[in-house]
């Protein structure tokens, strides 16, 4: 499967952005998705996972919890990231990833498929 994340901008703090990452295949629905982000020299983190099905297993990194939302549409092969209330600590790459494996992970190793990031810079 290929991916494709898009939305990343430059915002102020407080503001909001939606990332979208489009998955390539038909197969898409049943992948678990991921979201994580990698901020100058520092190691790439999870931010947020959804299972294959949606609405049953989403997990959320501390750091987002409250924040941060993610959902998927399977008829659009697309999963998002809303991220609201940004500060300037969200500011990082955003990679979205796909999992075969069952269930949703935190762990990037878990993860079969990556897309090339998107950049999301907040200012203060």
């Known amino acids: 499967v290929q991916l494709q994340a898009s939305g990343g901008g430059l915002v102020q703090a407080g503001c909001s952005l939606r990332l979208s990452c489009a998955a390539s295949?038909?197969?898409?629905?049943?992948?678990?998705m991921g979201w994580f982000r990698q901020a100058p020299g520092k190691e790439r983190e999870f931010v947020a996972a959804i299972s294959w099905s949606g609405g049953i297993s989403t997990y959320y990194a501390e750091s987002v919890k409250g924040r941060f939302t993610i959902s998927r549409d399977n008829a659009k092969n697309t999963v998002y990231l809303q991220m609201n209330s940004l500060k300037p600590e969200d500011t990082a790459v955003y990679y979205c990833?796909?999992?075969?494996?069952?269930?949703?992970?935190?762990?990037?190793?878990?993860?079969?498929?990556w897309g090339q990031g998107t950049q999301v810079t907040v200012s203060s």
């Open positions: 295949g038909r197969t898409f629905s049943r992948y678990n």
């Open positions: 990833a796909a999992r075969m494996g069952p269930g949703s992970s935190r762990y990037e190793y878990e993860y079969d498929y």
